[in-house]
């Protein structure tokens, strides 16, 4: 069977470890040449919390978006295939500085399997239209937004979909 896995990006998750090193050492220039040591010491403390969202994004190799011909899995969140028939429609999202992935599916599309997202407002706003919501976050991905978008898609449009899995 012909799919897509897209995984957390190495180079992302590399460029988070290094700016975290660099915030670290401005910390502790900060702390021994200006006497400001309240601020020095946070500022190291949260580039230590960095430096571990780098390392774990490095080293996760979990697939977390899985793109097939039945439909799109995505694994942290749902882990239970979404079929393409349900999908109405899906764009790019951005809100408080994320870039997401919304797909819009039919309300009675598994009902268990459609849980409340973090986003309330646009939980109730869907609802009277008929569909439930689901954000992707695509920050710490190896595909963009937007090209990850275009792929959904052209998988919802078309009804030969392994052709067009094999042509990416």
Do not use: H
Not at 65 to 87: K, M
Not at 99 to 113: G, H, S
């Amino acid at each position: 069977m012909e799919r897509i896995i897209i995984y957390k990006s190495k180079k992302k998750a590399f460029i988070i470890t290094v700016s975290s090193i660099l915030i670290a050492l401005a910390g502790y220039l900060l702390l021994q040449y200006t006497g400001k040591e309240v601020i020095g010491w946070s500022i190291i403390i949260l580039s230590i919390f960095i430096l571990i969202l780098g390392i774990g994004t490095f080293f996760d190799r979990k697939p977390k978006l899985i793109l097939t011909s039945r439909g799109i899995t995505e694994t942290s969140n749902i882990r239970e295939e979404i079929e393409w028939d349900a999908i109405r429609q899906v764009d790019e999202f951005y809100y408080r500085g994320q870039y997401f992935i919304r797909l819009l599916v039919d309300r009675n599309y598994k009902p268990d399997l459609l849980i409340p997202t973090l986003f309330y407002r646009f939980d109730r706003m869907y609802a009277q239209q008929g569909v439930k919501a689901l954000f992707v976050r695509v920050s710490l991905l190896d595909m963009g937004s937007i090209r990850l978008s275009q792929i959904i898609q052209r998988m919802i449009k078309t009804d030969n979909r392994p052709e067009v899995l094999k042509s990416l």
